[in-house]
């Protein structure tokens, strides 16, 4: 027979004959019980059992049943200072097993427990938990009591869980294991990413380049043939994030398959020098009008009324600055008219520019946008 607990406090010795009166090992009388532990087994309508005295020989290692490393397990000296406390009479929470009395959780205390001489440990008895519920609990559990995952078995464990078939809910992956719903979100497509690239028979040299931002900037891409030929591209070429998902957006707003396929094929024929340059182990040359894109887009935003209503101890700089800017600015449409191909975008195309512009600084000034030119007064 053995004890069976539940987080309403009643439990039962479970015989042929059912339910009777609890024995002297209950949760009550022993220390070892854990209400913070039960409750998280019970919000994972998980069914266990709490044994007071399992003997460590029967304990087993199993590799699946917890995410961390083995190198991060039992640490030496945190083993050594809860020995100490072992020692001095401290009395530390049930370690978790599952059925099979494999460890999901409690290293430290079992091996501390085993250096001081214990032949047995209470321990909470999870039944019928599968691996990837094993491992979830094991993350909660070291989050909340023991020593915190690292990032990189955070991750691991995540990853895993996508590659199992899993379909991850970010919130509840972010209030178990503390990491941000943004950082998840890029673990989980860069994730999709890869098994994407994968699939596709993508070279893994081309893969590798690429940055995780890149590589989650990709996986939105809908269309398989167009997600080959642009990831292929943005590797070679080296295409920053933000110009990658430009052109995602593009291609995910075209009305054919074709159209998309043909706007990767006109941003390669127009990212012909950043190709050759990668192509002859060299770094693409970096847009000398990368710097002044946001602050343009941010000065669009105003109206003449809004760059006219400046301070007036101010207002000379300000005019200065302004002036500066008109004659560059003249200068620029000039030879723009005489070089630029002006052929006027798509309606998907335009799409992709209001979204760009968009997300420049609403908070900008007219003050604050001059402030990065010249005060010489033409």
Request: glycine share 4%.
């Amino acid at each position: 027979m053995h004890v069976r607990f539940r987080s309403t406090s009643v439990f039962y010795i479970e015989q042929q004959k059912g339910p009777t009166m609890p024995p002297k090992n209950s949760r009550n009388a022993h220390p070892a019980t854990s209400q913070q532990i039960e409750t998280k087994l019970d919000e994972r309508k998980i069914d266990w059992d709490f044994q007071p005295n399992v003997k460590i020989k029967d304990i087993r290692e199993a590799e699946g049943m917890q995410v961390r490393q083995i190198v991060h397990r039992a640490p030496r000296d945190q083993v050594a200072r809860y020995m100490t406390a072992m020692k001095h009479g401290a009395q530390f929470p049930a370690i978790v097993l599952n059925d099979r009395l494999e460890k999901i959780d409690g290293n430290t205390r079992l091996e501390a427990t085993v250096k001081n001489g214990g032949d047995t440990i209470p321990a909470y008895i999870c039944h019928s938990i599968t691996a990837l519920e094993a491992r979830s609990l094991s993350v909660e559990l070291n989050q909340a009591n023991g020593l915190a995952m690292t990032e990189e078995e955070i991750r691991k464990f995540i990853v895993d869980a996508i590659h199992e078939g899993e379909k991850p809910e970010i919130r509840s992956l972010s209030r178990m294991t503390g990491v941000k719903e943004a950082k998840i979100n890029r673990w989980i497509a860069e994730t999709q990413f890869c098994s994407r690239a994968d699939e596709a028979g993508i070279d893994a040299r081309l893969v590798e380049v690429l940055p995780e931002s890149t590589r989650a900037a990709l996986d939105v891409t809908k269309l398989k043939p167009v997600f080959e030929r642009l990831t292929v591209l943005a590797a070679e070429a080296r295409m920053p994030a933000a110009d990658v998902k430009k052109v995602v957006a593009r291609v995910n707003a075209a009305s054919s398959q074709d159209e998309a396929l043909a706007i990767v094929a006109a941003e390669r024929e127009g990212r012909s020098e950043e190709l050759r340059a990668v192509a002859s182990g060299f770094r693409p040359r970096a847009r000398r009008s990368a710097g002044s894109a946001q602050h343009l887009g941010a000065l669009v935003k105003f109206e003449v009324e809004d760059l006219l209503d400046v301070e007036p101890e101010k207002q000379y700089e300000t005019f200065g600055r302004l002036t500066v800017i008109r004659d560059r600015l003249e200068a620029v449409v000039r030879r723009a008219q005489e070089e630029w191909n002006l052929t006027p975008p798509t309606e998907s195309d335009a799409d992709a520019l209001q979204a760009g512009v968009g997300g420049a600084a609403e908070s900008a000034s007219a003050e604050s946008m001059a402030s990065a030119l010249p005060t010489s007064v033409a």
